[in-house]
């Protein structure tokens, strides 16, 4: 049966897509500035130990071989600062300090042929555990 006399409905768009595009990019420039504040202030959370020490500070020397740190020091001090002297012989091994609280210190990649050094103080005595990440 054939209507006669209506004209055919045309969809009527009262959407303003460049009002929506506008928005989106606000909304994105928001994210990202939420974001960076975010990472600015998580950076003094993460556990990556003090860099490099001085020529000064006591000495432990690991050296990552297969499933295994092999470990060239004494016993360390506490309040002085010790450089942690990393390296890998056979493939690249991470390197971390875990305390007993299961706090992670300090931590490093050991690369072969590629020394890596890392420094922290030790505020007072403990057993730390030495974990390959």
Same mark, same amino acid.
């Given at each position: 049966m054939a209507l006669h006399?209506?004209?055919?409905? =045309?969809?009527?768009? #009262?959407v303003d897509t460049a009002r929506l595009a506008r928005g989106e990019k606000?909304?994105?420039?928001?994210?990202?500035? =939420?974001?960076?504040?975010?990472?600015?202030?998580?950076?003094?959370?993460i556990p990556s130990g003090r860099g490099a020490g001085s020529p000064d500070?006591? #000495?432990?020397?690991?050296?990552?071989?297969?499933?295994?740190?092999?470990?060239? =020091?004494?016993?360390?001090?506490?309040?002085?600062p010790v450089t942690f002297d990393v390296r890998a012989r056979d493939v690249n091994h991470g390197f971390a300090i875990y305390n007993s609280d299961d706090v992670m210190p300090c931590q490093v990649q050991a690369i072969p042929d590629h020394p890596s050094e890392v420094?922290?103080?030790?505020k007072k005595p403990r057993a730390d555990q030495v974990v390959c990440l």
């Amino acid at each position: 049966m054939a209507l006669h006399g209506l004209a055919p409905c =045309a969809p009527r768009d #009262t959407v303003d897509t460049a009002r929506l595009a506008r928005g989106e990019k606000a909304r994105f420039a928001i994210a990202v500035a =939420a974001l960076g504040v975010l990472l600015l202030a998580t950076i003094p959370f993460i556990p990556s130990g003090r860099g490099a020490g001085s020529p000064d500070d006591q #000495t432990a020397r690991f050296e990552g071989v297969q499933f295994a740190w092999v470990l060239d =020091a004494g016993r360390l001090v506490a309040g002085e600062p010790v450089t942690f002297d990393v390296r890998a012989r056979d493939v690249n091994h991470g390197f971390a300090i875990y305390n007993s609280d299961d706090v992670m210190p300090c931590q490093v990649q050991a690369i072969p042929d590629h020394p890596s050094e890392v420094s922290d103080t030790f505020k007072k005595p403990r057993a730390d555990q030495v974990v390959c990440l």
